[in-house]
């Protein structure tokens, strides 16, 4: 199996957590949580989840080492990492599952030379699964067939920026001169990568703070949908940062 189409062992793997994590989706923002050390939420979901998709990462590929969120918060991320490894996020968007809004995922994705080469991304509340393949991003609707999904040229006057819910006007303002985008759409997680990979929206600047969990199997669909990721002027995203506690600086996701 190429590392490509491990893919498709982990679009299983996700949709089976997100069965799993669906129950405690909260459509009235009651889903009870704590706190972690950096004051960011941790549900019962994320905890359950992330315990599934470590037993099934084992089964299916007991040689390959992961760095999951929640154990991460937990016990501290490792020292050093391998050249090959998973990083996985039970619930990328947790703040967005608290409160009832659909736009969260289930993210698992594969390292190899510091890139991300396969990953799986469920969208549990839409029933939506984005995923890498040797042949390119596929996508599912639950109980529907594999689509191949790719990104679309840049649209001119009708570029489309996805944002996050609390974005202040000044920092949009700037973004848009920046960037030359004409609307934008406000949503969480993981799924906004693949949103662009998708061809639904163009262009994601994320000019703050993330885990490498939070973004490496989106950034693995959306290049294999013909996307990018980069960094402060065009650097190569690179991942395996154990020295920096597998922390991002700021990037740009795109699509054509």
């Not at 019962?44 to 760095?67: W, Y």
């Not at 967005?96 to 993210?107: E, Q, Y």
């Not at 699964?129 to 006057?157: C, I, L, N, Y």
């Not at 934008?184 to 990568?193: E, F, I, N, P, Q």
Request: glycine share 10%; aromatic share 8%.
């Amino acid at each position: 199996m190429s590392d490509a189409d491990i893919g498709l062992v982990l679009a299983d793997i996700v949709e089976e957590a997100g069965r799993l994590i669906l129950p405690w989706w909260s459509h009235g923002g009651t889903v009870a949580h704590v706190a972690k050390a950096d004051l960011s939420p941790v549900t019962e979901a994320d905890q359950i989840g992330e315990k599934l998709i470590l037993e099934r990462l084992k089964q299916h590929f007991p040689d390959i080492p992961v760095v999951a969120e929640e154990q991460a918060a937990e016990f501290g991320t490792p020292d050093a990492i391998g050249d090959r490894f998973f990083l996985v996020d039970p619930v990328d968007g947790t703040k967005a599952f608290m409160r009832g809004d659909p736009s969260f995922t289930v993210n698992i994705g594969l390292v190899a030379g510091r890139r991300p080469v396969a990953g799986a991304v469920c969208a549990p509340a839409t029933g939506e699964t984005w995923f890498t393949t040797a042949m390119g991003a596929m996508k599912r609707a639950e109980g529907g067939p594999a689509r191949h999904v790719q990104v679309r040229p840049w649209p001119e006057g009708e570029a489309v920026a996805l944002i996050s819910h609390t974005m202040k006007d000044e920092t949009l303002a700037k973004l848009t001169v920046e960037y030359g985008f004409h609307r934008t759409l406000a949503m969480d997680s993981s799924v906004k990568l693949c949103r662009i990979a998708e061809g639904a929206a163009d262009i994601y600047p994320r000019h703050g703070p993330t885990s490498e969990w939070d973004i490496c199997a989106a950034q693995a669909v959306l290049e294999a949908a013909g996307g990018s990721v980069t960094g402060y002027q065009g650097a190569d995203f690179l991942y395996g940062k154990a020295d920096k506690r597998f922390l991002n600086e700021w990037f740009v996701a795109r699509g054509g």
